[in-house]
């Protein structure tokens, strides 16, 4: 079997507002491998997801991002999209004027024309809990935390990218969202499938690490002050987070 590597980041420095936030960000993620990026707030989890979406705002001063062999560093957003990078924003933005109906019609390829939505968007809508009168609603306008996460993961499932990331998908929802969330999160990875088998990857990012109860993760990286300091087995690492905070990790690195 050939493990191919789908995204990879070599040496990676960013600067946001004239502000150097990243630096030396070295990460590869497998196909078919799910990574999840741990840290405390302000270390730059949001910044390094924004840097690999190509937001023009986070300024790429140092290193390259490579996804499926070929360097996207100086791609748009737009571009990198249609290679197959999907996303799951910590705090999307509201679109007036655009039904989520609309969106979901464009993301999953069906003609915009067309009245209804497609039978099978519309079960997974139905999944996640949106009825017609929901997706009839403007984008995220008014929608509350746990609707506005189930909406990204929903719009996801219709975009199916091939490398996806979710910038806190688990923050600000119920237990029974959670569960809900990361069912569809398994599906969007292909976890049903044997990890040889499998050919979705994805990045999550949290700093409670709670979805991970759902969704199991192969590696872990843990991002302190814009460096990742340390990477390796979820649980362990989840367990020593727990234990003793991020100051732990601070310390350990002191250490080694
Ligand atoms: N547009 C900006 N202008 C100035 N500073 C910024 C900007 N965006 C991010 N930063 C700074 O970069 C640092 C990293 O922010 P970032 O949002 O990446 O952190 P995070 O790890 O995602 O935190 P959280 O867990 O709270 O979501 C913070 O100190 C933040 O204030
Ligand atoms: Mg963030």
Redesign the pocket.
């Known amino acids: 079997m050939v493990v191919k590597l789908l995204l990879e980041i070599n040496d990676l420095a960013v600067e946001?507002?004239g502000?150097q936030?990243l630096e030396h960000i070295d990460l590869y993620i497998d196909q078919g491998e799910t990574h999840v990026l741990l840290?405390?707030?302000?270390?730059?989890?949001?910044?390094?997801?924004?840097a690999i979406l190509g937001f023009p705002?986070y300024k790429v001063t140092n290193g390259e991002i490579i996804f499926k062999g070929e360097d996207i560093t100086d791609l748009t957003t737009t571009e990198r999209v249609r290679k197959g990078i999907g996303v799951s924003f910590?705090n999307p933005p509201s679109v007036r004027g655009v039904k989520l109906m609309d969106l979901l019609k464009v993301e999953s390829g069906q003609d915009p024309k067309d009245e209804k939505l497609s039978p099978q968007i519309k079960e997974l809508a139905n999944k996640l809990k949106f009825d017609q009168r929901f997706l009839d609603r403007d984008v995220n306008l008014g929608f509350s935390g746990g609707e506005v996460k189930r909406s990204e993961i929903l719009q996801l499932l219709a975009q199916k990218p091939d490398f996806i990331m979710f910038?806190?998908p688990d923050s600000g929802v119920d237990i029974e969202n959670v569960e809900l969330l990361a069912d569809q999160i398994n599906v969007l990875l292909d976890k049903e499938k044997k990890l040889g088998m499998r050919k979705k990857s994805g990045l999550i990012?949290t700093?409670l690490g709670y979805i991970l109860n759902f969704v199991n993760a192969d590696t872990a990286n843990v991002?302190l002050d814009?460096r990742i300091a340390c990477s390796g087995n979820p649980a362990e690492i989840m367990e020593d987070i727990r234990e003793e905070g991020f100051k732990g990790c601070v310390e350990c690195c002191k250490v080694n």
């Open positions: 946001v507002s502000r936030v840290g405390p707030n302000g270390s730059g989890k949001s910044t390094l997801f924004m705002k910590q910038d806190e990012i700093h991002l814009g």
